[in-house]
């Protein structure tokens, strides 16, 4: 072979090496060994962790940080002075004219009213790099570690720490005696964990009971705790046979050893966080999911009257309020849980992607849901809750954006997704009951085509926030909004209706396409939102950066409205306005006295591309971009005016209009 042809082939293995590349972007990572000593008498553990950290950042480190959640369970602290003056923010009145308050019903005033035995806290008594003693300096919540040596670029140190904690009364996410669950340990944001530097820096973010962010990496614990606990964990447990409850191999008998505590031994790969649960009362059922991951339900087996009370009103109803009918059902609702993973995982993988682990457990503990890399906190056995949380594995764990930064992209994504798999499981459902009661289908069928917009809460909470006069744009800072209710509906709503609408804007079916093509390119690679729009505009061949600028960066809203409609030469025109700041495409359908319809499409000048032409409507009409410093737009219609009996801007209601009353027009002759 010649040289220069060798080297042209060697040009040309390069270029195409470079065309099918998978965006990159450098990365740290972490090696947590941790060794837990529990004492249940105190609500203590003392522990020992090795950190094993790769630098693979261009920069040259002096100081390392690391979060230490539970000391924001202390008088004072930033979460309890930040829920007590949301506390005195007045949102509205509710029905009977009381305040409605915008603090979290679940942290309000109750960690200024902790004892001392009811705090929560980690310390640190020592701290080690590369075997030398560094010095640290604590502000509450976030410990800076200062170097007395850089750690240089592309090299990795090691970090020994030697720590104590106190369990706080559970309160938020973590503790010690559930009110509700009756469970006694939910070990979340449990240990000192490193805070994740990366392109934009460190991400010290303060503890005040909101969004997470953290460095992927191994995970090696070992958590010794009194016999008759049993635990629900992140990771694979190594030694099932010594722990039983249900771990074991089948057929295995379970010898376990003399001593007082087990040590329970759990690896995790490629994981950001790591969280557990234990009680004395758990029972743990398992599924095994064809070409999936092995479910475990761990709940307390002991159902308590406060776990009946903090169901909803409706739901105490259905049985008769009766406490012991509903304790009745208890195994049966989260049999149910582990059944339905099964029944729904096949949906989550064909349109979401791959689960990539061997294992997912839903742990009874916490309060509402709280998503963890191979298991969640679930207070109660409901299942929309259930698919939530599971479905942050997608967006939280796999992809895990920086949820302070673009909460959104985490939590409107999993309440999109979460939408369709409820829906899914409904639909398997009534087709299951339709075996025996052939009528339940077609009503669920009904159903579906009474509510076609499976989204719709998640418009109403947008539509609401942005009519209040509190939203703030989605770049604000998690942390940062003014009030939790702005912040909420922003993340879960407004995040939601991002991926509803943007198949409004591209059309469903390739909005489907970029939702997995995002994931496939973008797991375990924190992603941001230009990651995401970049690979929307690449698949759709549709400009998106303004729908980015407008939905994310701004609070601009949309309306478009009929304007008004007039004969000319024996056609119609219809005239458009826009009346909303933010400009979009617009789809409107035209009905005939006939029965007949017709689809008018008029795309958005900064686009520059159309959407493919959707299901029935294959006779669209499609006109020239509407350039969007123009408010008005006409659109005609061959057929005379007094043919018309409807005009609808959107019928499919997937655009966001906050001013729907407009949309429509109905003529009566
Ligand atoms: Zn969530």
Redesign the pocket.
Same mark, same amino acid.
């Given at each position: 072979m010649k040289k220069s042809f060798f080297f042209l082939l060697f040009f040309l293995l390069l270029a195409s090496l470079s065309l099918i590349a998978q965006p990159d972007r450098w990365q740290q990572r972490v090696k947590y060994t941790m060794n837990i000593d529990m004492n249940a008498e105190t609500n203590q553990y003392k522990g020992i962790q090795k950190l094993e950290y790769w630098n693979n950042s261009p920069d040259t480190l002096k100081r390392v940080f690391y979060h230490l959640y539970w000391n924001a369970f202390q008088p004072n602290s930033m979460m309890d002075t930040r829920s007590r003056r949301q506390g005195s923010v007045v949102l509205r009145k509710d029905r009977n004219g009381d305040d409605i308050v915008d603090w979290d019903g679940r942290v309000t005033d109750r960690i200024v009213n902790l004892s001392k035995e009811e705090t929560g806290y980690q310390q640190v008594l020592s701290i080690k790099m590369n075997g030398r003693p560094q010095k640290y300096i604590y502000h509450e919540t976030i410990l800076e570690v200062v170097l007395d040596r850089p750690v240089l670029p592309k090299s990795k140190v090691i970090f020994d720490m030697n720590w104590e904690a106190q369990v706080p009364l559970q309160i938020r996410r973590s503790g010690r005696d559930n009110p509700t669950t009756g469970v006694q340990y939910t070990m979340t944001q449990w240990y000192p964990k490193m805070v994740e530097y990366d392109y934009e820096g460190w991400h010290p973010t303060d503890y005040i009971a909101r969004e997470f962010y953290g460095v992927w990496g191994h995970y090696d614990v070992k958590i010794n705790i009194d016999k008759d606990y049993i635990l629900g964990s992140t990771g694979y447990l190594q030694n099932p046979n010594q722990i039983g409850h249900g771990y074991e191999n089948k057929g295995v008998k379970v010898v376990r050893p003399e001593s007082l505590k087990l040590s329970w031994h759990f690896i995790a790969p490629n994981v950001h966080d790591f969280a557990w649960a234990a009680d004395k009362e758990f029972k743990h059922i398992t599924r095994t999911i064809a070409n999936g991951p092995v479910i475990h339900v761990l709940y307390n087996g002991e159902p308590t009257q406060d776990q009946f009370q903090s169901i909803s009103t409706t739901a105490q109803a259905s049985f008769g309020n009766d406490y012991n009918k509903w304790a009745a059902t208890w195994d049966a609702q989260w049999e149910t849980m582990a059944d339905a993973a099964v029944t729904v995982y096949p949906f989550i993988k064909k349109n979401f992607g791959e689960y990539p682990y061997k294992q997912y457990s839903f742990i009874h503990g916490g309060d509402g849901?709280m998503?963890y890399p191979m298991a969640t906190m679930l207070v109660s056995s409901g299942l929309g809750t259930a698919f939530? $949380?599971w479905m942050?594995s997608w967006y939280q764990m796999i992809l895990a954006t920086n949820e302070s930064l673009h909460a959104w992209m985490? $939590?409107g994504f999993?309440e999109y997704a979460t939408n369709l798999v409820e829906e899914y499981y409904r639909q398997q459902v009534s087709r299951k009951n339709a075996a025996n009661d052939p009528a339940a289908l077609r009503r669920s069928d009904s159903i579906a085509q009474i509510l076609p917009l499976y989204h719709k809460d998640n418009y109403a909470g947008y539509i609401a926030l942005a009519k209040s006069g509190r939203e703030e744009p989605m770049t604000t800072h998690a942390d940062h909004f003014n009030t939790n209710y702005a912040y909420s509906n922003a993340a879960?709503s407004k995040g939601a209706v991002f991926m509803e609408q943007l198949g409004y804007i591209v059309g469903a079916p390739v909005r489907d396409k970029i939702l997995l093509e995002y994931y496939r390119q973008w797991r375990f690679k924190h992603p941001n939102p230009n990651d995401l729009v970049r690979i929307a505009e690449k698949i759709s061949g549709i400009q998106l950066d303004w729908y980015k600028t407008y939905w994310v960066g701004t609070t601009k809203t949309i309306d478009y409205g009929i304007d008004s409609l007039y004969e000319i030469n024996n056609a119609t025109r219809i005239r458009l306005s826009r009346i909303g700041q933010m400009p979009m495409p617009v789809d409107v359908k035209i009905t005939f006295k006939d029965g007949s319809i017709e689809w008018h499409y008029v795309p958005l000048n900064l686009m520059f591309g159309t959407k493919p032409v959707e299901e029935g409507r294959e006779k669209r009409l499609t006109y020239e971009a509407w350039k969007w410093t123009h408010p008005i737009y006409e659109i005609e219609t061959k057929k005379k005016l007094t043919d018309i009996v409807l005009v609808e801007i959107d019928p499919s209601q997937r655009m966001a209009d906050i001013e729907r009353k407009n949309n429509k027009l109905e003529l009566k002759w």
């Open positions: 849901g998503e939530h $949380e942050h985490d $939590e999993t879960y």
